[in-house]
Protein backbone atom coordinates (compact mmCIF):
# COMPACT_ATOMS: atom_id res chain seq x y z
CA UNK A 1 0.00 0.00 0.00
CA UNK A 2 3.22 2.40 0.85
CA UNK A 3 4.16 2.17 -2.96
CA UNK A 4 0.62 2.66 -4.11
CA UNK A 5 0.50 5.69 -1.79
CA UNK A 6 2.98 7.45 -2.78
CA UNK A 7 2.50 7.04 -6.51
CA UNK A 8 -1.24 8.35 -5.92
CA UNK A 9 0.39 11.30 -4.26
CA UNK A 10 2.65 12.00 -6.66
CA UNK A 11 0.02 12.18 -9.39
CA UNK A 12 -2.27 14.41 -7.54
CA UNK A 13 0.32 16.99 -6.37
CA UNK A 14 1.68 16.66 -10.57
CA UNK A 15 -2.84 17.52 -11.13
CA UNK A 16 -1.93 20.63 -8.96
CA UNK A 17 0.85 21.44 -10.42
CA UNK A 18 -0.38 21.12 -14.08
CA UNK A 19 -3.57 22.71 -12.99
CA UNK A 20 -1.96 26.10 -11.59
CA UNK A 21 -0.09 26.52 -14.90
CA UNK A 22 -2.92 26.17 -16.67
CA UNK A 23 -4.62 29.28 -14.54
CA UNK A 24 -1.15 31.26 -15.18
CA UNK A 25 -1.65 30.63 -18.84
CA UNK A 26 -5.04 31.65 -18.74
CA UNK A 27 -4.48 34.42 -17.41
CA UNK A 28 -7.61 36.66 -17.96
CA UNK A 29 -10.01 34.37 -19.47
CA UNK A 30 -12.99 33.70 -17.03
CA UNK A 31 -13.54 29.87 -18.30
CA UNK A 32 -9.88 28.78 -17.94
CA UNK A 33 -9.69 30.88 -14.61
CA UNK A 34 -13.17 29.71 -13.16
CA UNK A 35 -12.91 26.03 -14.45
CA UNK A 36 -9.62 25.58 -12.60
CA UNK A 37 -10.48 26.79 -9.50
CA UNK A 38 -13.23 23.97 -9.81
CA UNK A 39 -10.76 21.49 -10.66
CA UNK A 40 -8.45 22.66 -7.78
CA UNK A 41 -11.10 21.84 -5.36
CA UNK A 42 -11.62 18.61 -6.46
CA UNK A 43 -7.59 18.44 -6.28
CA UNK A 44 -7.51 19.63 -2.72
CA UNK A 45 -10.67 16.56 -1.90
CA UNK A 46 -7.63 14.11 -3.34
CA UNK A 47 -5.08 15.61 -1.23
CA UNK A 48 -7.64 15.31 1.71
CA UNK A 49 -7.92 11.17 0.56
CA UNK A 50 -4.51 10.78 -0.18
CA UNK A 51 -1.45 12.96 0.34
CA UNK A 52 -2.11 13.85 4.12
CA UNK A 53 -1.72 10.25 4.79
CA UNK A 54 1.09 9.91 2.38
CA UNK A 55 2.84 13.32 4.17
CA UNK A 56 2.16 11.15 7.63
CA UNK A 57 3.77 7.83 6.85
CA UNK A 58 6.80 10.09 4.83
CA UNK A 59 7.51 11.82 8.15
CA UNK A 60 6.85 8.83 10.47
CA UNK B 1 -12.37 -6.97 -4.32
CA UNK B 2 -14.04 -7.29 -0.95
CA UNK B 3 -12.70 -4.04 0.59
CA UNK B 4 -13.64 -1.79 -2.64
CA UNK B 5 -17.25 -2.61 -1.81
CA UNK B 6 -18.05 -1.27 1.34
CA UNK B 7 -15.03 1.57 2.09
CA UNK B 8 -15.62 4.79 0.45
CA UNK B 9 -11.64 5.65 1.13
CA UNK B 10 -10.66 2.45 2.89
CA UNK B 11 -7.12 4.03 3.66
CA UNK B 12 -8.44 6.71 5.98
CA UNK B 13 -11.47 4.39 7.30
CA UNK B 14 -8.99 1.61 7.96
CA UNK B 15 -6.32 3.59 9.38
CA UNK B 16 -4.56 1.99 12.81
CA UNK B 17 -5.78 4.44 15.83
CA UNK B 18 -2.50 5.19 16.73
CA UNK B 19 -2.05 6.98 13.08
CA UNK B 20 -5.28 8.36 13.01
CA UNK B 21 -4.74 10.38 15.73
CA UNK B 22 -1.74 11.72 14.77
CA UNK B 23 -3.23 12.94 11.65
CA UNK B 24 -5.67 14.26 13.59
CA UNK B 25 -3.37 15.90 15.50
CA UNK B 26 -1.27 17.01 12.38
CA UNK B 27 -4.73 18.44 10.82
CA UNK B 28 -6.16 20.01 13.95
CA UNK B 29 -2.73 22.42 14.36
CA UNK B 30 -2.98 23.23 10.26
CA UNK B 31 -6.56 24.27 10.50
CA UNK B 32 -5.77 26.54 13.93
CA UNK B 33 -2.87 28.16 12.39
CA UNK B 34 -4.96 28.86 9.05
CA UNK B 35 -7.85 30.47 11.23
CA UNK B 36 -5.31 32.68 13.51
CA UNK B 37 -3.41 33.68 10.23
CA UNK B 38 -6.39 35.01 8.44
CA UNK B 39 -9.84 35.33 10.79
CA UNK B 40 -9.84 38.41 13.33
CA UNK B 41 -12.39 36.44 15.19
CA UNK B 42 -10.31 33.73 15.90
CA UNK B 43 -7.22 35.59 16.59
CA UNK B 44 -8.92 38.08 18.61
CA UNK B 45 -10.27 34.55 20.41
CA UNK B 46 -6.39 33.06 20.97
CA UNK B 47 -4.95 35.97 21.38
CA UNK B 48 -7.13 36.89 24.35
CA UNK B 49 -6.37 33.17 25.81
CA UNK B 50 -2.69 33.98 25.34
CA UNK B 51 -2.80 31.09 22.86
CA UNK B 52 -0.33 31.09 19.77
CA UNK B 53 -0.34 28.32 17.11
CA UNK B 54 2.93 27.05 17.92
CA UNK B 55 1.60 26.32 21.56
CA UNK B 56 -0.28 23.21 20.40
CA UNK B 57 2.13 20.31 20.26
CA UNK B 58 -0.41 17.49 22.03
CA UNK B 59 -3.99 16.19 22.53
CA UNK B 60 -3.85 17.84 26.07
CA UNK B 61 -2.89 21.62 24.51
CA UNK B 62 -5.91 21.49 22.67
CA UNK B 63 -7.65 21.43 25.84
CA UNK B 64 -6.66 24.87 26.17
CA UNK B 65 -7.96 26.02 22.54
CA UNK B 66 -10.79 28.35 23.74
CA UNK B 67 -14.25 26.80 22.81
CA UNK B 68 -16.93 28.55 20.02
CA UNK B 69 -20.93 28.71 20.89
CA UNK B 70 -23.42 29.64 19.37
CA UNK B 71 -24.32 33.03 20.74
CA UNK B 72 -19.96 34.15 19.90
CA UNK B 73 -21.20 33.30 15.67
CA UNK B 74 -24.33 35.01 16.48
CA UNK B 75 -22.78 38.12 17.76
CA UNK B 76 -19.98 38.21 15.58
CA UNK B 77 -22.46 38.59 12.39
CA UNK B 78 -23.03 41.85 13.94
CA UNK B 79 -19.57 43.29 12.53
CA UNK B 80 -18.33 43.83 9.00
CA UNK B 81 -18.07 42.19 6.49
CA UNK B 82 -22.10 41.80 5.91
CA UNK B 83 -23.78 39.32 6.66
CA UNK B 84 -20.78 36.93 8.19
CA UNK B 85 -18.65 39.12 10.04
CA UNK B 86 -14.45 39.09 10.58
CA UNK B 87 -14.78 35.07 11.35
CA UNK B 88 -14.46 34.66 7.78
CA UNK B 89 -10.77 34.08 6.29
CA UNK B 90 -11.22 34.55 2.69
CA UNK B 91 -12.74 37.11 0.87
CA UNK B 92 -16.55 37.69 0.12
CA UNK B 93 -15.57 37.38 -3.45
CA UNK B 94 -14.38 33.62 -2.89
CA UNK B 95 -17.81 32.94 -1.00
CA UNK B 96 -19.84 30.89 -3.33
CA UNK B 97 -22.77 29.29 -0.89
CA UNK B 98 -24.92 30.73 1.39
CA UNK B 99 -26.59 28.80 4.24
CA UNK B 100 -28.22 29.67 7.70
CA UNK B 101 -29.50 27.45 10.80
CA UNK B 102 -33.43 26.93 11.36
CA UNK B 103 -33.29 29.27 13.75
CA UNK B 104 -34.97 26.94 16.61
CA UNK B 105 -32.57 28.09 19.14
CA UNK B 106 -32.59 31.73 18.74
CA UNK B 107 -31.32 33.97 15.78
CA UNK B 108 -30.02 32.11 12.94
CA UNK B 109 -26.54 31.49 11.99
CA UNK B 110 -25.02 32.57 8.56
CA UNK B 111 -22.53 29.98 7.06
CA UNK B 112 -20.52 30.98 4.22
CA UNK B 113 -18.71 28.54 1.75
CA UNK B 114 -16.45 28.63 -0.84
CA UNK B 115 -16.66 25.85 -3.76
CA UNK B 116 -13.35 24.32 -1.89
CA UNK B 117 -15.91 24.01 1.22
CA UNK B 118 -18.76 22.84 -0.60
CA UNK B 119 -16.47 19.96 -2.24
CA UNK B 120 -15.35 19.10 1.50
CA UNK B 121 -19.03 19.19 2.41
CA UNK B 122 -20.48 16.73 -0.47
CA UNK B 123 -16.92 14.19 0.55
CA UNK B 124 -18.43 14.04 3.95
CA UNK B 125 -21.86 12.99 2.64
CA UNK B 126 -20.00 10.77 0.07
CA UNK B 127 -18.33 8.77 3.32
CA UNK B 128 -22.05 8.49 4.39
CA UNK B 129 -24.08 7.00 1.66
CA UNK B 130 -21.02 4.82 0.58
CA UNK B 131 -21.31 3.02 3.89
CA UNK B 132 -25.30 2.99 3.71
CA UNK B 133 -24.60 1.12 0.64
CA UNK B 134 -25.15 3.65 -2.22
CA UNK B 135 -23.83 2.69 -5.70
CA UNK B 136 -24.22 4.10 -9.11
CA UNK B 137 -27.26 1.98 -9.83
CA UNK B 138 -29.34 3.76 -7.36
CA UNK B 139 -31.91 6.40 -8.15
CA UNK B 140 -32.15 8.62 -5.53
CA UNK B 141 -35.32 10.83 -4.88
CA UNK B 142 -34.45 13.67 -2.21
CA UNK B 143 -37.87 14.85 -0.98
CA UNK B 144 -36.82 18.52 0.61
CA UNK B 145 -37.92 21.90 -0.13
CA UNK B 146 -33.86 23.09 -1.75
CA UNK B 147 -33.39 26.10 0.26
CA UNK B 148 -31.57 28.20 2.72
CA UNK B 149 -31.20 25.52 4.83
CA UNK B 150 -28.24 23.36 4.14
CA UNK B 151 -30.66 19.79 5.02
CA UNK B 152 -30.16 17.06 2.22
CA UNK B 153 -28.10 19.83 -0.47
CA UNK B 154 -24.87 18.18 0.49
CA UNK B 155 -26.66 14.78 0.36
CA UNK B 156 -27.82 15.54 -3.45
CA UNK B 157 -24.12 16.46 -4.07
CA UNK B 158 -22.79 13.35 -2.54
CA UNK B 159 -24.95 10.61 -4.43
CA UNK B 160 -23.94 12.19 -7.65
CA UNK B 161 -20.80 12.23 -6.76
CA UNK B 162 -21.22 8.26 -6.04
CA UNK B 163 -22.78 7.79 -9.37
CA UNK B 164 -26.16 8.03 -8.79
CA UNK B 165 -28.65 9.20 -10.34
CA UNK B 166 -30.76 12.46 -8.47
CA UNK B 167 -34.13 12.96 -8.73
CA UNK B 168 -34.94 16.29 -6.90
CA UNK B 169 -38.11 16.34 -5.44
CA UNK B 170 -37.88 19.82 -4.32
CA UNK B 171 -41.22 22.29 -4.12
CA UNK B 172 -43.94 18.63 -4.97
CA UNK B 173 -46.24 18.15 -2.21
CA UNK B 174 -46.27 14.80 -0.61
CA UNK B 175 -48.80 12.51 -2.59
CA UNK B 176 -46.95 13.83 -5.80
CA UNK B 177 -43.66 13.03 -4.25
CA UNK B 178 -44.81 9.28 -3.69
CA UNK B 179 -45.86 9.03 -7.12
CA UNK B 180 -43.08 9.87 -8.74
CA UNK B 181 -40.86 7.77 -6.20
CA UNK B 182 -43.42 5.04 -7.82
CA UNK B 183 -43.52 6.22 -11.28
CA UNK B 184 -39.69 6.27 -11.52
CA UNK B 185 -38.61 3.56 -9.38
CA UNK B 186 -36.44 4.84 -6.99
CA UNK B 187 -34.29 3.19 -4.87
CA UNK B 188 -33.63 5.07 -1.54
CA UNK B 189 -34.09 8.74 -0.26
CA UNK B 190 -33.52 10.80 2.41
CA UNK B 191 -35.87 12.35 4.69
CA UNK B 192 -36.21 13.42 8.27
CA UNK B 193 -37.60 10.65 10.60
CA UNK B 194 -40.82 12.74 11.08
CA UNK B 195 -41.38 13.15 7.44
CA UNK B 196 -40.41 9.28 6.40
CA UNK B 197 -43.16 8.43 8.87
CA UNK B 198 -45.60 10.91 7.45
CA UNK B 199 -44.86 9.86 4.01
CA UNK B 200 -45.47 6.52 4.63
CA UNK B 201 -48.84 7.49 6.72
CA UNK B 202 -49.87 9.79 3.53
CA UNK B 203 -48.97 6.84 1.12
CA UNK B 204 -51.28 4.33 2.74
CA UNK B 205 -54.09 5.80 3.75
CA UNK B 206 -54.12 9.07 0.76
CA UNK B 207 -53.03 6.82 -2.30
CA UNK B 208 -53.95 3.63 -1.06
CA UNK B 209 -50.32 2.65 -1.42
CA UNK B 210 -48.51 0.19 0.80
CA UNK B 211 -44.80 2.28 1.09
CA UNK B 212 -42.80 -1.05 1.26
CA UNK B 213 -44.16 -2.42 -2.30
CA UNK B 214 -42.32 0.86 -4.00
CA UNK B 215 -38.78 -1.30 -3.64
CA UNK B 216 -37.13 1.69 -1.66
CA UNK B 217 -33.90 -0.95 -0.60
CA UNK B 218 -32.73 2.36 2.08
CA UNK B 219 -33.49 5.57 3.64
CA UNK B 220 -31.02 7.73 4.64
CA UNK B 221 -32.43 10.13 8.07
CA UNK B 222 -30.74 13.50 9.08
CA UNK B 223 -32.40 16.58 11.27
CA UNK B 224 -34.02 14.64 13.85
CA UNK B 225 -32.37 11.79 16.32
CA UNK B 226 -35.52 9.03 15.37
CA UNK B 227 -33.46 6.95 12.99
CA UNK B 228 -31.30 6.06 16.29
CA UNK B 229 -34.08 5.58 18.65
CA UNK B 230 -34.49 2.16 18.35
CA UNK B 231 -38.46 2.04 18.64
CA UNK B 232 -38.89 4.76 16.13
CA UNK B 233 -36.04 3.18 13.92
CA UNK B 234 -38.16 -0.03 13.72
CA UNK B 235 -41.27 1.91 12.59
CA UNK B 236 -39.78 3.31 9.72
CA UNK B 237 -38.43 0.19 8.48
CA UNK B 238 -41.20 -1.56 9.01
CA UNK B 239 -43.33 1.19 7.29
CA UNK B 240 -40.72 0.77 4.21
CA UNK B 241 -39.56 -2.64 4.66
CA UNK B 242 -35.65 -1.35 4.47
CA UNK B 243 -32.90 -0.59 6.72
CA UNK B 244 -33.04 3.06 7.81
CA UNK B 245 -29.96 4.53 8.22
CA UNK B 246 -28.72 7.80 10.68
CA UNK B 247 -26.20 10.34 9.96
CA UNK B 248 -25.53 13.61 11.87
CA UNK B 249 -24.60 16.77 10.72
CA UNK B 250 -25.16 20.79 11.38
CA UNK B 251 -24.66 23.78 9.28
CA UNK B 252 -22.06 25.27 11.26
CA UNK B 253 -19.74 21.82 11.60
CA UNK B 254 -20.36 19.71 8.54
CA UNK B 255 -21.82 16.02 8.16
CA UNK B 256 -19.64 14.28 10.67
CA UNK B 257 -21.13 10.85 11.95
CA UNK B 258 -22.79 8.21 9.51
CA UNK B 259 -24.41 4.66 10.52
CA UNK B 260 -22.95 1.44 7.95
CA UNK B 261 -24.46 -0.95 7.22
CA UNK B 262 -24.01 -3.43 10.19
CA UNK B 263 -26.05 -1.16 12.19
CA UNK B 264 -24.04 -1.85 15.12
CA UNK B 265 -26.28 0.62 17.41
CA UNK B 266 -24.02 3.55 16.93
CA UNK B 267 -22.36 5.77 14.29
CA UNK B 268 -18.86 6.13 13.21
CA UNK B 269 -17.35 9.41 13.84
CA UNK B 270 -15.52 10.57 10.54
CA UNK B 271 -12.40 11.18 12.56
CA UNK B 272 -9.93 12.01 9.69
CA UNK B 273 -12.37 15.05 8.70
CA UNK B 274 -13.25 15.62 12.37
CA UNK B 275 -12.12 15.97 15.96
CA UNK B 276 -14.84 14.78 18.24
CA UNK B 277 -13.92 15.72 22.16
CA UNK B 278 -16.94 14.70 24.65
CA UNK B 279 -17.06 16.73 28.55
CA UNK B 280 -18.86 16.44 31.53
CA UNK B 281 -21.84 18.46 31.52
CA UNK B 282 -20.85 19.73 35.13
CA UNK B 283 -17.11 19.65 35.60
CA UNK B 284 -16.02 20.09 31.63
CA UNK B 285 -13.72 17.12 32.56
CA UNK B 286 -12.76 15.12 28.99
CA UNK B 287 -14.89 12.25 28.96
CA UNK B 288 -12.62 9.26 27.33
CA UNK B 289 -14.31 6.09 28.14
CA UNK B 290 -17.66 4.35 27.03
CA UNK B 291 -20.93 5.30 28.38
CA UNK B 292 -20.85 8.16 30.20
CA UNK B 293 -22.66 10.74 28.53
CA UNK B 294 -21.53 14.62 28.18
CA UNK B 295 -21.40 17.33 25.63
CA UNK B 296 -20.11 17.28 22.07
CA UNK B 297 -17.18 19.80 21.28
CA UNK B 298 -15.74 19.51 17.82
CA UNK B 299 -13.30 20.15 15.22
CA UNK B 300 -14.09 20.36 11.54
CA UNK B 301 -10.25 19.92 9.88
CA UNK B 302 -10.62 20.92 6.39
CA UNK B 303 -13.41 23.40 7.01
CA UNK B 304 -11.75 27.19 5.58
CA UNK B 305 -14.28 29.86 4.79
CA UNK B 306 -15.61 30.07 8.00
CA UNK B 307 -13.65 27.22 10.61
CA UNK B 308 -15.30 25.61 12.91
CA UNK B 309 -12.58 24.75 15.79
CA UNK B 310 -13.82 23.70 19.36
CA UNK B 311 -17.24 23.93 18.52
CA UNK B 312 -19.62 23.42 21.81
CA UNK B 313 -22.24 21.92 19.68
CA UNK B 314 -24.73 21.36 22.94
CA UNK B 315 -25.51 17.95 21.55
CA UNK B 316 -25.27 15.04 24.37
CA UNK B 317 -23.57 11.95 23.21
CA UNK B 318 -21.66 8.95 23.95
CA UNK B 319 -18.85 6.61 23.17
CA UNK B 320 -19.88 3.31 22.73
CA UNK B 321 -18.78 0.15 24.78
CA UNK B 322 -18.46 -2.26 21.55
CA UNK B 323 -16.91 -2.02 17.95
CA UNK B 324 -18.71 -2.35 14.80
CA UNK B 325 -18.02 -5.76 12.53
CA UNK B 326 -17.77 -3.42 9.33
CA UNK B 327 -13.56 -2.98 10.02
CA UNK B 328 -13.20 0.72 9.93
CA UNK B 329 -11.65 1.71 12.87
CA UNK B 330 -13.41 5.04 13.58
CA UNK B 331 -14.58 5.02 17.11
CA UNK B 332 -18.49 5.05 17.45
CA UNK B 333 -20.91 6.24 19.26
CA UNK B 334 -23.66 4.76 20.65
CA UNK B 335 -27.21 5.29 20.01
CA UNK B 336 -26.41 8.46 18.10
CA UNK B 337 -26.88 12.20 19.50
CA UNK B 338 -28.71 11.31 22.68
CA UNK B 339 -30.41 14.67 23.34
CA UNK B 340 -29.09 18.25 23.49
CA UNK B 341 -27.72 20.23 26.67
CA UNK B 342 -30.43 22.52 26.56
CA UNK B 343 -33.00 20.28 25.86
CA UNK B 344 -32.87 18.14 28.77
CA UNK B 345 -34.62 19.85 31.43
CA UNK B 346 -35.69 19.71 35.25
CA UNK B 347 -39.31 18.67 35.61
CA UNK B 348 -40.53 18.08 38.75
CA UNK B 349 -36.59 17.52 39.99
CA UNK B 350 -35.59 14.86 37.68
CA UNK B 351 -33.92 15.37 34.48
CA UNK B 352 -35.69 14.73 31.33
CA UNK B 353 -34.35 13.97 27.71
CA UNK B 354 -37.64 13.94 25.10
CA UNK B 355 -36.00 11.30 22.96
CA UNK B 356 -36.57 9.30 26.37
CA UNK B 357 -40.52 9.74 25.68
CA UNK B 358 -40.57 9.26 22.00
CA UNK B 359 -38.62 5.60 22.46
CA UNK B 360 -41.38 5.00 24.60
CA UNK B 361 -44.68 6.33 22.67
CA UNK B 362 -43.02 5.09 19.31
CA UNK B 363 -42.72 1.25 21.28
CA UNK B 364 -46.90 0.93 20.68
CA UNK B 365 -47.99 0.06 17.82
CA UNK B 366 -51.34 0.77 18.89
CA UNK B 367 -50.41 4.69 18.58
CA UNK B 368 -49.60 6.57 16.16
CA UNK B 369 -46.45 8.59 14.60
CA UNK B 370 -47.37 11.59 15.89
CA UNK B 371 -47.36 12.55 19.85
CA UNK B 372 -46.90 15.98 21.51
CA UNK B 373 -45.69 16.99 25.05
CA UNK B 374 -46.19 20.21 27.35
CA UNK B 375 -44.48 21.13 30.26
CA UNK B 376 -46.14 23.33 32.29
CA UNK B 377 -46.99 24.70 35.42
CA UNK B 378 -50.61 24.06 37.42
CA UNK B 379 -50.10 26.30 40.48
CA UNK B 380 -46.42 25.42 42.37
CA UNK B 381 -46.36 22.03 40.79
CA UNK B 382 -44.89 20.92 37.46
CA UNK B 383 -47.43 19.12 34.74
CA UNK B 384 -46.80 16.65 31.77
CA UNK B 385 -49.21 16.71 29.60
CA UNK B 386 -48.89 13.81 26.42
CA UNK B 387 -50.60 14.00 23.65
CA UNK B 388 -51.31 10.63 21.68
CA UNK B 389 -53.72 8.94 18.88
CA UNK B 390 -54.97 5.41 19.28
CA UNK B 391 -54.58 3.63 15.49
CA UNK B 392 -58.01 2.46 14.06
CA UNK B 393 -59.25 -0.67 15.28
CA UNK B 394 -57.46 -0.44 18.61
CA UNK B 395 -60.04 2.10 20.56
CA UNK B 396 -61.04 -0.39 22.13
CA UNK B 397 -58.18 -0.67 24.25
CA UNK B 398 -57.91 2.36 24.96
CA UNK B 399 -57.78 2.17 28.59
CA UNK B 400 -54.90 -0.62 29.03
CA UNK B 401 -53.12 0.76 26.30
CA UNK B 402 -52.85 3.95 28.30
CA UNK B 403 -52.09 1.84 31.85
CA UNK B 404 -49.05 0.10 29.72
CA UNK B 405 -48.15 3.30 28.54
CA UNK B 406 -47.76 5.15 31.86
CA UNK B 407 -46.32 2.41 33.96
CA UNK B 408 -43.52 2.13 30.70
CA UNK B 409 -42.98 6.34 31.21
CA UNK B 410 -42.79 5.60 34.77
CA UNK B 411 -40.00 3.08 33.89
CA UNK B 412 -38.11 5.19 31.72
CA UNK B 413 -38.38 8.54 32.52
CA UNK B 414 -39.53 8.39 36.03
CA UNK B 415 -42.32 11.35 35.92
CA UNK B 416 -45.95 10.80 35.80
CA UNK B 417 -47.94 12.57 32.86
CA UNK B 418 -51.57 13.37 32.24
CA UNK B 419 -52.06 11.65 29.02
CA UNK B 420 -54.67 12.80 26.45
CA UNK B 421 -56.13 10.95 23.28
CA UNK B 422 -56.97 12.91 20.27
CA UNK B 423 -58.33 11.54 17.65
CA UNK B 424 -56.64 9.78 14.89
CA UNK B 425 -54.60 11.86 12.39
CA UNK B 426 -55.58 15.26 14.42
CA UNK B 427 -51.91 15.87 15.93
CA UNK B 428 -49.72 18.07 14.04
CA UNK B 429 -47.95 16.52 10.38
CA UNK B 430 -44.47 18.05 10.17
CA UNK B 431 -42.54 17.78 6.66
CA UNK B 432 -39.23 18.27 8.20
CA UNK B 433 -38.21 19.09 11.41
CA UNK B 434 -40.88 18.48 14.53
CA UNK B 435 -41.63 20.28 17.19
CA UNK B 436 -43.56 18.12 19.78
CA UNK B 437 -41.76 18.51 23.14
CA UNK B 438 -42.95 22.45 24.52
CA UNK B 439 -41.68 23.65 27.60
CA UNK B 440 -44.63 26.59 28.57
CA UNK B 441 -42.33 27.27 31.93
CA UNK B 442 -39.94 29.50 30.46
CA UNK B 443 -42.73 31.80 29.26
CA UNK B 444 -45.07 31.69 32.61
Known amino acids: MEERLKEMGERIREL ?18 RNVERILASVRILELNICDVEDLERDV | MQERSIYWNPILERMPREKLQELQLRKFKRILR ?10 RLYREAGLEPEDIRSFEDIRRVPKVEKAMLREVQQRPPFPYGDILTVSLEEVTAFRQTSGTT ?3 VYQADTWQDWEWWSECWAYILYAQGYRATDRVFIPFGYNIFVAFWAGHYAAEKIGCEVVPGGVLDTQARILKMQELRCTAFMATPTYVLGMAEVAREKLGIDPRDLGI ?29 DHIGATEIGAWSYECTFQPGGLHVNEAFFLVEIEDMETGELIEEPGREGK ?9 AKPCIRFDSKDVIRWADYECECGRTFRLID ?6 ADD ?15 EVVRGFPELGDEYEVIVSKRGEMDDILLKVEIRPGYEGSREEILARLRDQLRLKTNLGYRIEVHPY ?20
Do not use: H, Q
Request: net charge positive; proline share 6%; charged share 35%.
Open chain 2, 106 to 108: GTP
Open chain 2, 335 to 340: GGVIGR
Open chain 2, 296 to 304: MIITAFDRL
Open chain 2, 217 to 245: KRITCAGEPGASIPTTKRRMEEAWGCPVY
Open chain 2, 34 to 43: WAYERSPFYR
Open chain 1, 16 to 33: RRVAEELKDIGGDIEAVR
Open chain 2, 425 to 444: GSLPRYDVKAKRFKDLRKRE
Open chain 2, 344 to 358: ITKVKGVLLAPTAIE
